[in-house]
């Protein structure tokens, strides 16, 4: 799919960044010839085929991204396998122990913080990829529990439901791509997570192949006995093992749903109308509130030139001038529900100064959800990077974050005379806080290195300015490798010496996913 970037936002990048320069970027043939044999003993179930092991290599990180377009990939599984049973799983796990193999599970290929990267090393890596584990294998309509293997992607998972009359409501922007098993590892939340609730609320139970054994989690409404071993499968990142099967707690679809855009004058009033109407328990199913910048950028790559024109016209004459805030509001349930839950954010919203703009905008934030992604393809062929970065805070910090986060990034490169372009959005929002998401875009080099280079002191500013300011180090995307120095801030070091203790239990070899996460010595 392409994203085309309207001229009026072309000319904005051009005078905000520099003209772009596109890169030269690798075939595929040049990539797959540059794979060097694998290290592994045959195996029925293992394919050492070039490409399969070049479409594992990598997730989708800017770092990964620059490695596939310029084909500088550091390393390759040596092989992938497809098991469809959890036996098929078991056996891949004692072939790996009895070869001295490392296992990567593979989901969708969608982690963006270096999940799936093979790291250099004498032992052989084998990807695991579950993608053919991706049946519904239980329904209990009573109890509002499905049962997926956990390769099933988005759209798969939705439509099984659907034809049920059932939804999960989770809606990551990577949803087309991404899988059950790769949401339960890396504690990812959906776009309707306000409605919904993270994967955290939605993960029932599931099944779990260690090389220690098989941890079986049954999907318990409640209970009380002792530590809840979800949270131990949540956000592990492979590290433990394989997750064959997952129980997810589903819902009846919803009768109505509706989405709406209000703009405030400036951001401060903005924040106070969304804290206001969670901690005020609207029943609305999702918030997304974009910074000024943020919402001149939406508006420019919407096109229709005239339109948008007339609109910020109106728009100012109400009060909401060159420093507003667009929020777009979700509701789903009941038809009856919707309207009252439309109502009273509207009123909240009104109090704030925030003026009403329709439920266009909201049906087009809709048709588009899961289109933005591709925008990184259509830069990156004008010549400028995209990458996003993200935490979560309390109320009181989320201010201070934003601030920190894009200082950092627009002052990262300006000893050497580039300039980065950088917006925000809030739209994971709890009682207590909120998650922050930025956007930033660079101009390429014909250098992959040096954009590697820029990335990492971008990355690292950023990062440090979240951990200055007491955010999380990640709110959704989890840590892989890039947030991994950044752990013990939250952690705290008796907090990954747990961590690692986890990881001896359940994988005593240390054969899963080594380097992701925590940090852990084979045998430590
Ligand atoms: C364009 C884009 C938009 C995104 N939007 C969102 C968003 O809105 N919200 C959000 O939370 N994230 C988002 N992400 C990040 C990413 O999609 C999520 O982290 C997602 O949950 C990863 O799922 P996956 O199936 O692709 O897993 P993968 O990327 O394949 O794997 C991620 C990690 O999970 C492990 N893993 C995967 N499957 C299993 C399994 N069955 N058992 C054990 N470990 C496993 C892998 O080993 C790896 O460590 C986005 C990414 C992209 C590229």
């Known amino acids: 799919m392409t994203y085309p970037v309207p001229t009026g936002a072309r000319r904005f990048l051009e005078e905000v960044l520099g003209a772009g320069i596109p890169p030269r970027d690798a075939t595929l043939g040049e990539v797959v010839s540059r794979v060097p044999p694998s290290r592994l003993p045959p195996h029925p179930l293992v394919s050492t085929d070039p490409e399969q092991r070049v479409r594992h290599a990598l997730g989708q990180s800017l770092p990964d991204w620059i490695a596939a377009r310029s084909g500088n990939i550091p390393a390759f599984p040596d092989g ?39 790291m250099p090393g004498s032992a052989p890596v084998l990807s695991v990829d579950l993608g053919r584990m991706n049946r519904l294998l239980h329904l209990d309509a009573r109890s509002c529990l499905a049962t997926f293997g956990a390769g099933v992607r988005g759209p798969d998972l939705e439509a099984c439901l659907r034809a049920r009359g059932f939804t999960l409501g989770h809606f990551p922007q990577s949803f087309e791509y991404s899988t059950l098993g790769g949401w339960v590892a890396t504690r990812s939340a959906g776009q309707q997570s306000l409605g919904y609730g993270r994967i955290e609320d939605l993960f029932a139970g599931g099944r779990l192949e ?76 999702m918030l997304r509130l974009s910074t000024p910048a943020e919402t001149a950028t939406s508006l420019a790559l919407a096109g229709h030139e005239r339109l948008i024109r007339l609109l910020e016209r109106w728009l100012a004459l109400r009060g909401a001038g060159p420093g507003k805030c667009m929020l777009i509001l979700g509701a789903s349930g009941t038809r ?37 992604p591709y925008l990184r393809n259509t830069l990156w062929e004008m010549g400028y990077a995209v990458d996003t970065l993200e935490t979560a805070g309390t109320w009181t910090q989320v201010p201070r974050l934003i601030e920190a986060i894009e200082l950092a990034l627009r002052h990262g490169l300006e000893d050497e005379g580039e300039k ?91 054969i899963m996913n080594p380097g992701k996460l925590v940090w852990q010595e084979v045998g430590q």
């Not at 994971?428 to 990492?456: A, C, F, K, Q």
């Not at 690692?500 to 359940?506: E, G, I, S």
């Open 80 to 118: 992938v396998a497809f098991p469809v049973t959890n036996e098929e799983v078991r056996e891949l796990i004692r072939y790996a122990q009895s070869v001295g193999a490392r296992l990567i599970p593979y989901g969708g290929g969608t982690s963006v913080v270096g999940h799936l990267g093979v």
């Open 210 to 285: 260690a090389p220690a054994g098989t941890l079986i989690l049954p999907p318990f409404p409640a209970s009380a006995a002792g530590p809840d071993l979800r949270q131990v499968v949540l956000g592990s990142e492979g590290r433990l093992g394989i997750l064959t099967e997952v129980t997810v707690r589903i819902r009846p679809l919803p009768e109505a749903e509706e989405f709406a855009a209000v703009f405030f004058p400036h951001l401060e009033q903005g924040i106070a109308a969304v804290r206001e109407m969670v901690q005020s328990a609207v029943p609305l199913s």
């Open 336 to 372: 009856a529900r919707v309207r009252q839950a439309l109502r009273q954010a509207l009123a909240i919203a009104r109090f704030h100064r925030g003026v009403y703009a329709g439920r266009r905008f909201g049906h087009e934030w809709v048709k588009h959800r899961f289109r933005s």
């Open 420 to 510: 980065v372009y950088a917006f925000t959005h809030l739209s994971h929002v709890y009682p207590h806080g909120s998650n922050v998401y930025t956007t930033y875009l660079y101009r390429l080099s014909p250098d992959p290195e040096e954009n590697l280079r820029r990335w990492r002191v971008l990355k690292s500013a950023a990062s440090r300015a979240i951990v200055a300011c007491g955010g999380t180090i990640s709110h959704q995307h989890g840590v892989g490798t890039d947030h991994l120095q950044y752990l013990e801030a939250e952690k705290g070091a008796l907090g990954i010496d747990l961590l690692r203790a986890l990881c001896r239990t359940l994988d005593p070899g240390g």
